[in-house]
């Protein structure tokens, strides 16, 4: 089973970018789905981005054209750049291995804070 650590988490002002970072342990990594998850305070945790072993990638609409999911199966990392934040990208990020469409495991979640 692959294990999941995130990094890059901060507190950023409106319109900055932040990068965050999922590092994966596990021999299998490059076969997963790897997705970013957020979750707001009070609300339910919600699909950010995903992208497939194959490097096929979707995004929720709102953050199409701000962030990029990528994925290094060599390193065993996966990102999440992010940028013109804004307010309502509060939130924990969280990163996600999936398989057969369903979430395998978390990690343990990044702060990220948009506020001047």
């Known amino acids: 089973q692959v294990q999941l650590v995130e990094s890059g988490g901060g507190l950023v002002r409106p319109g900055g970018s932040l990068r965050l970072s999922c590092a994966a342990s596990?021999?299998?990594?490059?076969?997963?789905?790897m997705a970013w998850y957020h979750q707001a305070p009070g609300k339910q945790r919600e699909l950010v981005a995903r992208?497939?072993?194959?490097?096929?990638?979707n995004y929720a609409d709102s953050v199409k054209g701000r962030f990029t999911i990528s994925r290094d199966n060599a390193k065993k990392m996966v990102y999440l750049q992010m940028n013109s934040l804004k307010p309502e990208d509060t939130a924990v990020y969280y990163c996600a291995a999936e398989r057969l469409g369903e979430v395998v495991n978390w990690g343990q979640g990044t702060q990220v804070s948009v506020s001047s």
């Open positions: 992208i497939t072993s194959g490097g096929g990638t």
């Open positions: 596990g021999s299998i990594f490059r076969l997963y789905t």
